[in-house]
């Protein structure tokens, strides 16, 4: 007999009737891409796991009181808080998010890809790198769409409704950050393999 996974509204109903475990298991089953989304913004490690622990502790006091009404979205809702809390982090600080490499943590390993050999490797690399560089020149508003869907790989809907903009107004943001990146490549002569 096979038994089947909880959804999140399930695991959130038996947190609220005292299973801590569910909201363990709701923890772990959206952690990463929460914590990703959060450190591409922040580009602290730091600095992102003490805003991934304010999300929970929102999340957990929201449930708590009772207030949260996002039937079967939790990973939206909560994607929403932590972006949140992002834009008030760099308000109070005035910080612009970048999209670069540490030394701990690079987004491209968390993507998934196939084996190369060690100069595909290198070759991958150095487009990446390009790649984010050129992302990192791009206004804001657009920057922000490219990394919600190419990074963190969230659809057009979820993006506009996190960033509280039209479906359209989203598109045309990548639309531009894609027609500002193909310029950038081509006014700098950026050879991409």
Not at 19 to 41: C, S, V, W
Not at 54 to 70: M, P, S
Not at 156 to 179: C, D, H, P, Q, W
């Amino acid at each position: 007999m096979q038994v089947m996974p909880l959804n999140d509204q399930q695991l959130i109903a038996r947190y609220l009737d005292g299973d801590e475990r569910a909201f363990e298991e709701l923890l772990n089953r959206h952690q990463q891409k929460i914590y990703t989304a959060i450190y591409l913004f922040v580009k602290e490690q730091s600095l992102a796991e003490d805003i991934f622990q304010e999300v929970f502790i929102k999340i957990i006091d929201t449930l708590r009181k009772g207030k949260y009404n996002h039937e079967g979205k939790f990973l939206q809702w909560a994607l929403r808080i932590a972006y949140n809390m992002c834009v008030d982090y760099f308000r109070r600080t005035k910080r612009r998010p970048q999209v670069s490499p540490t030394d701990t943590f690079d987004i491209f390993d968390v993507l998934q890809t196939h084996e190369d050999n060690a100069e595909q490797s290198i070759m991958r690399s150095q487009t990446h790198d390009k790649i984010r560089k050129l992302v990192d020149m791009l206004p804001p508003e657009q920057r922000e769409v490219v990394i919600l869907r190419h990074y963190a790989d969230m659809s057009f809907k979820e993006i506009a409704k996190l960033t509280r903009v039209s479906i359209n107004t989203a598109l045309g943001r990548m639309r531009y950050a894609l027609i500002n990146i193909r310029k950038m490549v081509e006014e700098r002569e950026v050879v991409l393999q």
